[in-house]
Nanobody, 115 residues
């Protein structure tokens, strides 16, 4: 049974940082691409960052230079370090796994950036 469990969301002020983590199980993590998506109220879900099984990263233009995605294949976790957060980063953040055969989603964690 595939599980993606996100943690680390919360309420922060503009300019502060948060670190999201996603614990994976039930599939071959080391061979899967991992991503973080987000969905703000009234908007479509969008890709924030992804990391290939080999560690190649890709970021949305809106978060480049502020967010960093990383993975630990031994621990089967993927993290998203978010610095200099802005109100427009407010959204539910979802962990995503792309295996050879299927895409899986976590349940999401809320990030709210507000003064």
């Amino acid at each position: 049974q595939v599980q993606l469990v996100e943690s680390g969301g919360g309420l922060v002020q503009p300019g502060e940082s948060l670190r999201l983590s996603c614990a994976a199980s039930g599939f071959t993590f080391s061979r899967s691409a991992m991503s973080w998506y987000r969905q703000a109220p009234g908007k479509e879900r969008e890709l924030v960052a992804d990391i290939s099984h080999g560690g190649i990263t890709n970021y949305a233009d809106s978060v480049k230079g502020r967010f960093t995605i990383s993975r630990d294949n031994a621990k089967k976790t993927v993290a998203l370090q978010m610095n200099n957060l802005k109100p427009e980063d407010t959204a539910v953040y979802y962990c995503n796994a792309l295996t050879i055969t299927q895409r899986y989603w976590g349940q999401g964690t809320q990030v709210t950036v507000s003064s």
